[in-house]
């Protein structure tokens, strides 16, 4: 697991992944955890990075579009049994290299 943090930068920009379509019910087998993985890079994208965030700003964002939800759920982007794509560590959240790679290998944007 390779954390993303401020210092550290990604080659692979959130704007470099398609969310327009479903797309990685490959990986998760699991429709609610490709639901929250689109979300996540959607929020991404709309920041232009894969900085770390608080779930105060995440929650800001998805209530932009889904205000009758109280909270957001990772499903199984969270430590899991098998990989972590995001991690949560002293109140911030951050995304993983693996989290980025999944996403943009199965759905580049055109």
């Excluded at 954390?3 to 930068?9: M, S």
């Excluded at 608080?54 to 932009?64: D, G, K, N, P």
């Amino acid at each position: 697991m390779h954390i993303i943090t401020n210092d550290t930068r990604c080659p692979i920009h959130p704007d470099d992944i398609n969310t327009k379509r479903a797309f990685m019910d490959t990986v998760w087998q699991n429709m609610e955890t490709e639901i929250s993985a689109i979300w996540l890079v959607k929020f991404a994208q709309r920041r232009g990075h894969w900085d770390s965030f608080t779930m105060v700003e995440l929650l800001s964002f998805y209530h932009e579009k889904r205000p009758e939800n109280e909270e957001f759920r990772f499903n199984k982007l969270k430590p899991y049994n098998g990989p972590d794509y995001i991690v949560e560590e002293a109140g911030r959240v951050f995304f993983t290299t693996e989290f980025v790679a999944v996403c943009y290998a199965v759905s580049p944007a055109p």
